[in-house]
């Protein structure tokens, strides 16, 4: 395994205060872990730096054509003050998937999970103590060839950046109001929904500007073919509860394998609940809130953990779920996760790895 040069930082950035919102992306940590590929050479100099700019020609490639991969992770701060960190082999295999789809070279996973730990290590400092808090961590690859031109990059660049976060919606625990798309698309199978790109998220915007316009905090995906199955959220994987039955959106090609989503399903089914992966369309889904089957709904990923659905608006009709509470199984999910996560519950499944 290759061994990570350590530079410190001789200007220290000041930490926000424990009293200080922190709200989600907002503060940066002291340092940054990066690791250049060359082509020939493979990946090479991984190094842990001072947290600054990076320069780029104008012609880079990523500017251009989007070749660019991210994944997002936390690393928690239990009551005795240890550090650790949720299944992070899941997402160094799930960069590697989206890296097999924008024709980047492969990471060594084991390695990528280290270089983590020694970077949260370096910066230990920053993880905060509140409740509710953590500290996030976003692993990006990036092309930076310059050529215009389009063919997979020759050179690329790793980078893994860190921040302290609080909630990452407002509302927080609350129920948060979600918009149905029903006119732009966000990806259709053999496509690349199923991994973590930029080009998603970018692919999103204009429809999560409609629906915070319309005073919604997300926007719910309906398939790009039909038009009528329920995908994922912007942010989130998707989960409806009918019946007692929970049924969430199977994996087809269009929308990502979330971890929590991973976690939730292992969860579920581990306590006796039923749960199905397949396609539900939005008319199943109104017509089981209309006949009051719909027990409730909710999301799960990494920044939110678990969101429970309060309102679901679909054209004209509004769907008030869970009288603006949150549901049972919501609560259940979030409080096994969140207790794992920051050590008040023991991991018997081998999910944490301490630093």
């Known amino acids: 395994m290759m061994e990570i040069s350590v530079e410190l930082t001789k200007t220290p950035k000041k930490k926000p205060s424990e009293n200080e919102p922190l709200g989600f992306g907002k503060y940066y940590t002291d340092h940054m872990f990066i690791m250049n590929y060359d082509e020939g050479k493979g990946w090479h100099s991984p190094r842990i730096v001072p947290y600054q700019p990076i320069s780029l020609d104008p012609a880079a490639m990523c500017f251009h054509y989007a070749q660019e991969v991210f994944e997002g992770l936390k690393a928690y701060r239990t009551k005795k003050g240890d550090i650790q960190l949720f299944r992070p082999e899941k997402n160094m295999e799930r960069l590697n998937l989206s890296n097999d789809r924008l024709c980047i070279p492969r990471i060594d996973e084991e390695f990528a999970v ?129 019946d007692g039955e929970v049924i969430t959106p199977a994996l087809t090609g269009s929308i990502l394998g979330g971890i929590t989503r ?21 008319d199943e889904i109104a017509k089981a809130y209309d006949e009051g089957r719909l027990n409730e709904a909710f999301g799960s990923g990494t920044a939110a953990v678990i969101s429970p659905i309060g309102e679901l608006r679909w054209g004209d009709k509004v769907m008030k779920l869970s009288d603006g509470q949150i549901g049972p199984i919501s609560r259940f999910l979030y409080d096994t996760l969140t207790g794992i996560q920051w050590g008040d519950i023991e991991d018997t499944r081998g999910w944490i790895q301490k630093i």
């Open 262 to 282: 991973l976690s939730c399903i292992e969860l579920l089914r581990e306590h006796g609940y039923k749960v199905t992966e397949r396609l539900i369309s939005i």
């Open 114 to 242: 280290e270089a983590i730990k020694k970077l949260v290590s370096v910066d230990k400092d920053w993880v905060p103590h509140g409740e509710g808090t953590s500290l996030y961590i976003r692993p990006f690859i990036f092309a930076v060839d310059p050529y215009v031109g389009v063919h997979p990059a020759k050179h690329l660049l790793f980078v893994i950046i860190l921040s302290p976060v609080g909630s990452y919606y407002p509302e927080g625990i609350n129920p948060v109001k979600i918009y149905v798309e029903d006119e732009y698309v966000r990806s259709v199978r053999g496509g690349m929904g199923y991994v973590k790109a930029g080009g998603n998220y970018a692919a999103s915007l204009k429809s999560q500007d409609k629906a915070q316009k319309l005073g919604y905090t997300q926007v719910l995906w309906l398939d790009g073919v039909e038009r009528k199955y329920v995908e994922e959220v912007g942010t989130m994987n998707v989960f409806f509860v009918i």
